[in-house]
T-cell receptor, first 117, second 112 residues
């Protein structure tokens, strides 16, 4: 299995620019999660999807952040405009189909390290 | 509300030493409990989990027992190796399966 694939692995951009992070979940998984990891706040769940539908986006920090899942094999997390405080590692994870996505094992991608100058 | 508290790091041990990383939780009902491990430069991997009281999760020599009476899920290993050096995260999923919480992580370094 290829595992969860994230791109790019590293992104450096300037404040005010749009940033798009991409994720391909493991084939057959129907839940997808976006996390942000920083030294100050640790690991935070931003949003998760079940069957391509956003279930809970209460962790999305503000309107500058948006996430989409147009099909079962692809998701994006967009930040527009980006700010230096958005610098973090962003992880995507996916899990098997069951009735309660957050009780299942989550399989994490390698992460995207974002630096906003 | 729900939350997870784990011991502050960093933890440094000599090879073959005994490891305990404490984790306590606050939750309504009986959450599912997890330990994830993050090796340098990688994403998190599930290490073990337990879904009901008194269950013991185990993997790669690591163990954790779901203790309802003490609301704890401490991670233990009898003899650590250099390859166990990583950051360990305790996590819980609430009763409804609609919320997921990670602890702040505990960094472990094992020296030869």
């Amino acid at each position: 299995d290829a595992g969860v694939i994230q791109s790019p692995r590293h992104e450096v951009t300037e404040m005010g620019q749009e940033v798009t992070l991409r994720c391909k979940p493991i084939s057959g998984h129907n839940s997808l999660f976006w996390y942000r990891q920083t030294m100050m706040r640790g690991l935070e769940l931003l949003i998760y999807f079940n069957n391509n539908v956003p279930i809970d986006d209460s962790g999305m920090p503000e309107d500058r952040f948006s996430a989409k899942m147009p099909n079962a094999s692809f998701s994006t997390l967009k930040i527009q405009p980006s700010e230096p405080r958005d610098s973090a590692v962003y992880f995507c994870a996916s899990s098997y189909p069951t009735g309660a996505p957050l009780t299942d094992t989550q399989y994490f991608g390698p992460g995207t390290r974002l630096t906003v100058l | 509300g729900n939350s997870v508290t784990q011991m502050e790091g960093p933890v440094t041990l000599s090879e073959e030493a005994f490891l305990t990383i404490n984790c306590t939780y606050t939750a309504t009902g009986y959450p599912s409990l997890f330990w994830y491990v993050q090796y340098p430069g990688e994403g998190l991997q599930l290490l073990l989990k337990a879904t009901k009281a008194d269950d013991k999760g185990s993997n790669k020599g690591f163990e954790a027992t779901y203790r309802k009476e003490t609301t704890s899920f401490h991670l233990e290993k009898g003899s650590v190796q250099v390859s166990d050096s990583a950051v360990y995260f305790c996590a819980l999923s609430d009763l409804t399966g609609n919320q997921f919480y990670f602890g702040t992580g505990t960094s472990l370094t094992v020296i030869p």
